[in-house]
C-alpha cells in the first residue's frame, strides 16, 4: 500500500516538472537575447569617466579602516548634499490615496496617490 502511494507520488512530480533542464534551457535562451544589456558599451567598458572608486578619498587616498570608511562617507555624504541639496524630513503620516483600481488577467493594477515630501503628492 505504501509502496503504491510512494509510486503514484513519484510519477505526480515528475509529470508536472516537464522536461529535466527545460527551465534553464529557457532561462539560458532569454539571457542570450537579454545579457547585451547588462553591459557597457564595449568603448565605455573602461571608462569610468569622472567616477572614483567609492573606497578612493577626492585627494587619492585609499580607505582602509572603519574611521577612514567613516569620514570618506561623510565626504560623499558632502557631495552629494551639493549636488542635490538635503534630503526632505521624514513624514509621520504622508497623505496617501488610492485614485483608482482595475483588474486584469488575475492581477491587480492601482494608481495611487502619494505624498512624498511636505507638500508634494
Do not use: C, N
Not at 558599451?41 to 585627494?59: H, I, M, N, S, W
Amino acid at each position: 500500500m505504501i509502496r503504491s502511494l510512494l509510486v503514484i507520488l513519484l510519477v505526480s512530480a515528475l509529470a508536472g516538472a516537464g522536461a529535466p533542464g527545460q527551465g534553464l534551457t529557457r532561462a539560458k535562451e532569454i539571457w542570450e537575447k537579454i545579457g547585451h544589456l547588462f553591459a557597457p558599451p564595449a568603448d565605455l567598458k573602461d571608462d569610468l569617466g569622472t567616477f572614483r572608486p567609492v573606497l578612493q578619498f577626492e585627494d587619492g587616498r585609499t580607505v582602509r579602516t572603519a574611521a577612514g570608511w567613516q569620514e570618506r562617507r561623510q565626504e560623499l555624504l558632502r557631495k552629494w548634499h551639493g549636488l542635490l541639496g538635503l534630503w526632505p524630513p521624514l513624514l509621520e503620516k504622508p497623505y496617501a490615496q488610492e485614485q483608482w483600481r482595475d483588474t486584469v488577467e488575475g492581477f491587480v493594477r492601482r494608481r495611487i496617490e502619494l505624498e512624498i515630501a511636505p507638500g508634494r503628492k
